[in-house]
Each structure stands twice: as C-alpha cells, then as structure tokens.
C-alpha cells in the first residue's frame, strides 16, 4: 500500500514564526503536492513538484514556499505564519504514469494564533 | 481553466440503500481523468474510484460505481448498500491531459450522513 505520511497532525504556532511541513512518500512517486483546506472552500493547490529540486506553484502559492531535495520528501514552508493560514494541510503523491491518481497523507491542522 | 461542481449541500441516506451524489465538470480538453475522493472525520483522503473521459464503459469499485455521462458532462458517483462507515465528505476531481503536470482540480465537496 501507498504510505504518505505527514510530521505532524496537530500544531499550534505563533504569528511570524517560520513553519516548517513536512511529507514523506514510501512509493518513489514522482509528484507531490501540498494543498490546503477550509471550510466550504475545498481543496486548493498550494504548491507541486513532478521531480526532485523541481517545483510550480499552484493555485494559492502566496505565503509559502517548498523544497524538495529528496524524491521522498516534499517540504511545505510558512515563512512567517499569519492567522490566516490557520488551516488543514494536506499532502498528496502520484506516480508518474497513467492515471496519476493522487494518494494523501493525514493531514497536519495547523493554527496560527 | 477545469472546474468541478457540486452543489448538493448534504445528503442523507438510509442504511443499505443506494445513493447517488452529483458531480459536472468543465474543460477544454479533449482527454481527462475524473476521481473520487472520500474524507472521513479523521482527515485523511481516500481515493476511490476514477474514469478516463475515452473509457467505454463506467467505472465500478466493489461498492462504489461512476455514472458518467461525457455529453451532459456529470461523473456521480453511486454508493450501493450504504453502511453507516460511509458517512464522510466526498469529492470529485479532475485531471486533465498533461502528463507530469498531474494537477488535480477538486470541487467543495458533499457531505454524506447515514442513518441506522
């Protein structure tokens, strides 16, 4: 089975500090994502990268950036976290064949106070 | 641009019927892939079944079947036997046809209950 897994399922930071995300993949899966979720507003692309070092911004980049030095591990940073980004982030990988579906980690709900 | 809909606010069915949850999409191009996810209350998204838009005949996973229909442009999804497990927000995403670039396109989700 595809395993992502994410650091942290819960987390509470203060405003401007830097946070750091973290995924991990155990399927050498080529494409990895980070998306966030709110109420009534789905889920919305934060960020992608179909390599290592590779990276495009998604829907919503403003406010964050990523990395990706290993092809396991996607990296979502909060350079200075504001409130709002109080929010439900998720990771996702997917090979890179036919159909590309996207598998999930758990999720991290973070908040910014 | 894609984009998903899916107006149904929430939905509730009774235990070991069927239920069928709505889903239209819009694109310009002429290959993709459609998906359904399912999120239970613990948070984690669950891939449930997909559809190529030149597949002839519609998906079916065990429990969960796609009734697509390319002219009028809906992918909904039929649950059959519900069980009270089922109860979870449930979206549709597409894909289009460009390769590495496998972004996915969600819409806001329905929520579906299950009563006992």
């Known amino acids: 089975d595809v395993k992502v897994t994410q650091s942290s399922r819960y987390l509470v930071k203060r405003t401007g500090e830097k946070v750091f995300l973290e995924c991990v993949q155990d399927m050498d899966h080529e494409n990895m994502f980070w998306y966030r979720q709110d109420p009534g507003l789905g889920l919305r692309l934060i960020y992608f990268s179909y390599d290592v070092k590779m990276k495009e911004k998604g829907d919503i980049p403003e406010g964050y950036s990523v990395s990706r030095e290993k092809k396991e591990r996607f990296s979502l940073i909060l350079e200075s976290a504001s409130t709002n980004q109080t929010s439900m982030y998720l990771c996702?990988?997917?090979?890179?064949?036919?159909?590309?579906?996207?598998?999930f980690g758990p999720g991290t709900r973070l908040t910014v106070t | 641009a894609q984009k998903i809909t899916q107006t149904q606010p929430g939905m509730f069915v009774q235990e070991k019927e069927a239920v069928t949850l709505d889903c239209t999409y819009d694109?310009?191009?002429?290959?993709?892939?459609l998906f359904w996810y399912k999120q239970p209350s613990s948070g984690e998204m669950i891939f449930l079944i997909y559809?190529?838009?030149?597949?002839?005949q519609n998906a079916t996973e065990g429990r969960y079947s796609l009734n697509f229909q390319k002219a009028r442009k809906s992918a909904n999804l039929v649950i059959s036997a519900s069980q009270l497990g089922d109860s979870a927000m449930y979206f549709c995403?597409?894909?289009?046809?460009?390769?590495?670039?496998?972004?996915?396109?969600f819409g806001k989700g329905i929520t579906l209950s299950v009563r006992p």
């Open positions: 559809q190529g838009s030149y597949d002839q």
């Open positions: 996702a990988s997917s090979p890179g064949v036919f159909p590309y579906e996207q598998y």
């Open positions: 694109t310009s191009d002429p290959s993709y892939g």
């Open positions: 995403a597409m894909r289009g046809n460009t390769g590495a670039n496998s972004k996915l396109t």
